[in-house]
């Protein structure tokens, strides 16, 4: 079973440390038992898989590719280009991150293809719906059960997932979760193990053919994990002034933690974990590709990425010896086309959060001269 209880006894005790208000104490303990139920659901489907479908345990993951970098720095825009790539590529969606196993896949596809027979209006009726539920967050991360998601969110029922910190505004209790690299081998390789047998079941379940295209900000702390357990992996590591991603991340997550009903006073207080959380980020980052072959990894500016994507999704194919079909050719094209007619939004001022610019420019200053990020 893949269900961290050390990691759950520890998360459980934060959840209700601080004398939260019934709101939030609400919310915490009903995501947490939630993930900890869908852990045992899951737990049991993959035990299933082994009897059903052993073939999954064999299945090749021929050179998968990894999209990451800090949060807010156009890994999305750049994944769901890479997406229209589907002669070559397969991404998890939304509901396949929730249904991990080969099982649970074929019996909601079957289902599906069963109800849709009956009703053919419902998948546009779902997908309305998905669209009036979540308005509030399109914005900002373009949200649906059939889309380009990231696999992250598969370590959150093991309770191995970064992404749980936006319950809490404990993110030094929680650094162990931000960066898996720095933990002990046999906890990486337990993760890596659960990560790499949900990849085998989607590549089996979409055509055991298929190279995994994966996009994870919050894999800049398991870059070191990925890259050894998945020794022809490609990474594409997206690079962006933390001025103006570290702001943008420490709005995103005050704006939740807001909703969620977490004192002001704690919300404010955690502002520089988040900042020297992200600077380390940064330096891993930077620290592990470097150690790896130049043919293995391409990192992106956002600035390029942003002025001139087509341009930047070609370079990036031809330096990691990517075949780039006429088909995604033309796709490429239209799409960027569509891109270079939004507003790009302006960055938040750091000032207007308290953030310490010195705690940035300091320690990151000689990575981001170095890459031309600051001049």
Known sequence: ???????????????????????????????????????FVNSVFQRLDRLLYPEVDDTPIPQPVFITGAARSGTT????????????????????????????????????????????????????????QFQSVQDLHKFGFNMPEEDEFLFLTPFGSATITVLFPCLDELQHLVMLDAQPADERERMMKFYRRCVQAQLRFHGANRTLLSKNPAFVGKVRSIATEFPDAKIIYLLRNPLETIPSVVNLLQTAWRGLGVPEEEILAHTPAIVASFVRDYQHAIHVLRELPDDRYQIVLYEDLVHDPETTVRRVYRELGLPLSDAFSSKLVAACQRAAEREPKAPHDPATFGIDVDAIQTPLRPIMEELGVWK
């Open 1 to 39: 079973m893949s269900f961290h209880f050390g990691n759950y006894a520890k998360i459980m005790k934060l959840a209700v440390s601080g004398r939260p208000n019934r709101k939030l104490f609400t919310i915490r303990l009903t995501s947490l038992q939630a993930f900890a139920g869908l852990s």
């Open 77 to 132: 825009f750049f994944h769901r280009l890479l997406c229209m790539d589907d002669q070559h590529f397969e991404h998890f969606r939304l509901w396949e991150i929730a249904l991990p196993s080969l099982s649970q896949k074929k019996l909601a596809r079957s289902i599906a293809r069963g109800v849709t027979r009956i009703a053919p209006s419902l998948p546009a009726a779902i997908e309305a719906w998905e669209q009036r």
